[in-house]
């Protein structure tokens, strides 16, 4: 079954850094959107796109976070300056269409030391 | 604002039924999502209904919708313990909104 993959499973960075999170979505979903999970919090919407645009975005997702799709098949999440506060469990996910089921990646741990 | 509520825990016997909860306040929701989560792992689509169906069954899961009190429930039948895992409810409106989650243990 066609699955949603992010890399890396774990990336560890320094406060102030540039961090890029990437993500394949599934391959006939025109969809793709970004959550993140603090620890012990609830997941979260950060941004969605779709047509090469976003299409949402929360009030998370400041101007330090951006996103791309820089070829046909990777979606990624670059946040430009990285705080103390972006350590969270960040995932991916894609859909045929608009609200049709979102399926999700696995996830990538974000550390900001 | 759109809000989504689980109890956070629930502990069951291997065989028995478990029942997982959730309220959500946005009535504008078009679909009501479950999805599970394990330990070290995303979050995997469990099921989902439509808003405006009140009941749908997938082998051992059956979902319950009462729109009138915005409330949901997922249903697992012969619990294993191989359901040992986090539940999460959500809904659709422009985008997902989850509740905290709700941890099933399985003892057996």
Redesign the interface.
């Known amino acids: 079954e066609p699955e949603?993959t992010?890399t890396p499973s774990h990336q560890v960075t320094q406060m102030g850094q540039e961090v890029i999170l990437r993500c394949v979505p599934i391959s006939n979903h025109l969809y793709f959107?970004w959550?993140r999970q603090i620890l012990g919090?609830?997941?979260?919407?950060l941004v969605?796109f779709y047509n090469n645009e976003i299409s949402?975005k929360?009030e998370i997702f400041d101007d330090q976070f951006s996103v791309e799709r820089p070829d046909g098949s990777n979606f990624t999440l670059k946040i430009r300056s990285t705080k103390l506060e972006d350590s969270a469990m960040y995932?991916c996910?894609s859909s045929v269409v608009e609200?049709q089921?979102?399926?999700?990646?696995?996830?990538t741990r974000l550390s900001i030391l | 604002g759109e809000d989504v509520e689980q109890s956070l825990f629930l502990s069951v016997r291997e065989g028995d039924s478990s029942v997982i909860n959730c309220t959500y306040t946005d009535s504008s929701s078009t679909y009501l999502y479950w999805y599970k989560q394990e330990p070290g792992a995303g979050l995997q689509l469990l099921t989902y209904i439509f808003s405006n169906m009140d009941m749908k069954q997938d082998q051992r899961l059956t979902v319950l919708l009462n729109k009138k009190d915005k409330h949901l429930s997922l249903r697992i039948a012969d619990t294993q313990t191989g359901d040992s895992a986090i539940y999460f409810c959500a809904e659709y409106i422009r985008n997902l909104i989850f509740g905290k989650g709700t941890k099933l243990s399985v003892k057996p």
């Open positions: 949603v992010q959107y959550y919090q609830k997941v979260e919407f969605s949402e929360s995932f996910a609200d089921p979102q399926h999700f990646g696995d996830g």
